[in-house]
């Protein structure tokens, strides 16, 4: 009679977890691919700089707001320290997570630092939309998306802003590139086709997920400019770098100089460290 109980007590449970899961709403269809969600401009924004020849652009993987682990609660706050050490005219943000509902803590950010935001998600990660993202001292006067998800297994997106600086027009692409090489090789050739790539002055930063040489970083060393540097410098993982994962190419501009960010509150804000350039304006 006990085990009848039990199996009767399973039967409804089962049949009351079916009828929750079918009353949760679905999720809309733009949330399940990638797509270009947010454009604004700040608050109260910056005033301008004299560019003086040249800006500094940064790359910098917030490794979900998580922490060096990952294992911790969400802190936006680590991070977004981190940025304002920057000081950086231009930053590209990878691994950016937007919570579904509450307070957006990227938008909070932005408007902190009197910054223009565009983001675009790759995917809806359990605690929100995760994606990439720029933030600019300057207003983006035009912003697209290139879909990279070459892969069943792995979503991805490039984001590109186009500036108009002191009459100089500029655009930033930031991307977050797939861990397999035959992926990460299409994704570079599909980049570099692209005509925001051929439109005029083109940085292109992100996390490349280059932790050795392969085809696709041979192929952007080889048809866009780099660094002075002799190598790349190290920022994986953030509390003893050791691979030179995130990088600034360029097209048509110069990169003078670049480096990775390594103060203490960088080594613990995220698993990867912020590279920083300084970029001639012609």
């Not at 680590?78 to 997570?97: C, N």
Request: charged content about 20%; some cysteine; hydrophobic content about 40%.
């Amino acid at each position: 009679m006990a085990l009848r109980t039990r199996a009767g007590q399973a039967r409804a449970v089962r049949r009351e977890r079916k009828r929750r899961k079918a009353q949760q709403p679905t999720s809309p269809a733009h949330l399940t691919t990638p797509h270009l969600c947010l454009l604004r401009a700040p608050k109260v924004g910056l005033p301008a700089l004299p560019v003086r020849g040249t800006i500094s652009v940064a790359t910098y993987n917030v490794h979900r707001w998580a922490g060096l682990n990952g294992r911790t609660r969400p802190d936006p706050a680590r991070a977004g320290f981190v940025i304002s050490e920057l000081d950086a005219d231009v930053i590209g943000l990878q691994e950016v997570l937007r919570p579904l509902q509450g307070s957006d803590p990227l938008i909070a950010l932005a408007d902190a630092l009197g910054l223009h935001l565009a983001f675009a998600a790759t995917r809806v990660h359990k605690r929100g939309e995760l994606g990439n993202a720029i933030l600019s001292r300057y207003p983006i006067s035009g912003v697209a998306m290139l879909d990279l998800s070459y892969s069943r297994l792995e979503k991805r997106v490039a984001v590109a802003a186009q500036f108009d600086i002191e009459g100089s027009p500029l655009s930033v692409v930031t991307t977050h590139l797939a861990l397999s090489d035959r992926t990460r090789h299409t994704q570079v050739r599909s980049l570099l086709d692209h005509p925001q790539l051929h439109a005029g002055p083109t940085v292109l930063l992100g996390d490349m997920n280059a932790w050795r040489k392969c085809k696709a970083t041979r192929v952007l060393e080889k048809e866009l400019e780099t660094h002075h540097n002799l190598d790349w410098p190290a920022s994986f993982p953030s509390a003893r770098p050791v691979l030179a994962l995130d990088r600034i190419y360029a097209r048509g501009v110069n990169i003078t100089e670049v480096n990775a960010h390594t103060s203490q509150a960088a080594r613990r804000a995220s698993d990867h460290l912020p590279v920083i350039a300084r970029i001639a304006i012609q």
